[in-house]
C-alpha cells in the first residue's frame, strides 16, 4: 500500500499556512507572490519588493550591536576557546560520529537555550521583520543554535569532508525539494553576531536564480538533483550580502545559498541562526516538545543535526530563559489565540 500523506496541521492566521512539522508549509500563495493584508512593519516597499523578486532580505540594525558582541563573547566562552590565542580554535579532539567532525569543521555551536539567544528571539524588531515577510502575526520561533566558524585549517578544514557529485553542498544548496509540483514554504534568518569580510566566507546566495527560478526549472532535465543547483555562475552569480553585527538577513528556502569557507589568516564568521515560522498551536505533541526542550534545556528535536554539545550540555550550565509575553507566545508557552494552555 501507498504511504499515506501526512497529516497538515494549520496555523492559527487569517492568511492559510499548513505544516505536518513546523519546518516546511502549504501555503495557497508563494510568499515571492503574496499581496500584503498588513502594513509593513519594519521593512520598507522598497525591502519588501527586493525581498519577492531577489528570495532575501537584509534588515539593519535587528539588534543592536552590543547585544551581538555579548552573544559573541558567549558563543566564544561557551566552548572554552580564547579569542585572542588561534591555537585554541584548533585542539585536538575526539569525535562522536562523522556528522559531529563535520560539525566542528562548518563551525556549529551546540547552544540553544541561553538568555542571550532568547533575547534576540523575543526582540520586538526581529519579530515584525518575520511578520512582514509571512503576512502572519502568530508565528513560533526556532530553537536554533550559532556559529562560530574559525578559518578552516588544520582540524576545521572542508577537506577533510568527502565531496559528493548530488545532494547536500555546503556551498551552494536549497532546504527543500526544488523538484515537486507544489513547492513548500519555508523562511530562514541568520543574525550577524561581528561585521562580514569577504575573507571570513559566510552566507552566500544565488539572487538571479530565484529570480527566474520557475523559467529555469522548466528547462532543466526530470532526473536533476533536487537540492544542488547546477548552473553557470557566470549566468547566475553567487553573491555574499555585507551584514554588520546586530544586522538579520531573511532568506526564502527556495533561494539557493550555502556557507563560503573562512580562508581569513585570524578572523572569525559569527552569527545565530533566527528563524520564525507560522505557529502550529493544534499540533500538540510538537508543542509540548518545544516547550520541554525550553525548560529542561535539552536538545532540540527538530532538526537531527542538533547534537548538544559534546563536553558539558546546557543543563549543567545554566537554567531556562526568562521569557516575556511575546516569548511565551513565540515558543508556544502561551497561545496566539489567548486559549488557556496546560502549562
Known amino acids: 500500500m501507498p504511504e499515506s500523506a501526512p497529516y497538515l496541521h494549520r496555523a492559527p492566521s487569517a492568511r492559510p499556512y499548513f505544516s505536518p512539522d513546523g519546518e516546511t508549509y502549504l501555503a495557497q500563495t508563494p510568499l515571492r507572490d503574496i499581496e500584503k493584508s498588513r502594513p509593513l512593519r519594519v521593512l520598507s516597499e522598497e525591502d519588501f519588493a527586493f525581498w519577492q523578486t531577489y528570495g532575501y532580505v537584509v534588515v539593519r540594525d535587528a539588534v543592536s550591536p552590543g547585544a551581538a558582541k555579548s552573544l559573541l563573547e558567549f558563543a566564544w566562552e561557551f566552548q572554552g576557546l580564547d579569542p585572542d590565542r588561534p591555537d585554541t580554535w584548533y585542539e585536538e579532539?575526539?569525535?562522536?560520529?562523522?556528522?559531529?567532525?563535520?560539525?566542528?569543521?562548518?563551525?556549529?555551536?551546540?547552544?540553544?537555550?541561553?538568555?542571550?539567544?532568547?533575547?534576540n528571539r523575543q526582540d520586538q524588531r526581529v519579530y515584525d521583520a518575520f511578520v512582514d515577510v509571512w503576512d502572519c502575526e502568530e508565528l513560533w520561533v526556532t530553537l536554533d543554535r550559532l556559529n562560530l566558524n574559525p578559518p578552516n585549517r588544520g582540524n576545521r578544514s572542508r577537506s577533510l569532508i568527502a565531496p559528493t557529485d548530488e545532494g547536500f553542498d555546503i556551498e551552494l544548496h536549497w532546504d527543500v525539494d526544488t523538484t515537486l509540483g507544489v513547492l513548500p514554504q519555508r523562511v530562514q534568518g541568520i543574525l550577524a553576531l561581528n561585521d562580514t569580510d569577504a575573507a571570513l566566507?559566510?552566507?552566500?546566495?544565488?539572487?538571479?536564480?530565484?529570480?527566474?527560478f520557475e523559467q529555469w526549472r522548466i528547462e532543466q532535465p526530470q532526473d536533476r538533483d533536487p537540492i544542488r543547483p547546477a548552473v553557470d555562475r557566470a549566468e547566475f552569480p553567487v553573491v555574499r550580502p555585507e551584514l554588520r553585527a546586530g544586522d538579520l538577513l531573511i532568506f526564502n528556502g527556495l533561494?539557493?545559498?550555502?556557507?563560503?569557507?573562512?580562508?581569513?589568516?585570524?578572523?572569525?564568521?559569527?552569527?545565530?541562526?533566527?528563524?520564525?515560522?507560522?505557529?502550529?498551536?493544534?499540533?500538540?505533541?510538537?508543542?509540548?516538545?518545544?516547550?520541554?526542550?525550553?525548560?529542561?534545556?535539552?536538545?532540540?528535536?527538530?532538526?537531527?543535526?542538533?547534537?548538544?554539545?559534546?563536553?558539558?550540555?546546557?543543563?549543567?550550565?545554566?537554567?531556562?530563559?526568562?521569557?516575556?509575553?511575546?516569548g511565551r507566545k513565540l515558543l508556544g508557552l502561551d497561545s496566539w489565540s489567548g486559549r488557556e494552555d496546560a502549562e
Open 93 to 119: 579532539r575526539e569525535f562522536r560520529s562523522d556528522l559531529d567532525r563535520d560539525l566542528h569543521v562548518y563551525g556549529f555551536v551546540e547552544a540553544y537555550h541561553h538568555q542571550l539567544l532568547w533575547d
Open 201 to 212: 566566507g559566510g552566507f552566500q546566495c544565488a539572487p538571479e536564480l530565484f529570480r527566474r
Open 255 to 326: 533561494l539557493a545559498h550555502g556557507v563560503a569557507p573562512n580562508v581569513s589568516e585570524q578572523g572569525v564568521r559569527a552569527a545565530q541562526y533566527l528563524s520564525m515560522m507560522p505557529a502550529l498551536e493544534e499540533h500538540e505533541q510538537l508543542r509540548r516538545s518545544r516547550v520541554e526542550s525550553w525548560r529542561t534545556l535539552s536538545t532540540p528535536d527538530w532538526n537531527p543535526t542538533l547534537l548538544g554539545d559534546a563536553v558539558r550540555p546546557e543543563a549543567d550550565r545554566y537554567g531556562p530563559a526568562t521569557l516575556n509575553g511575546l
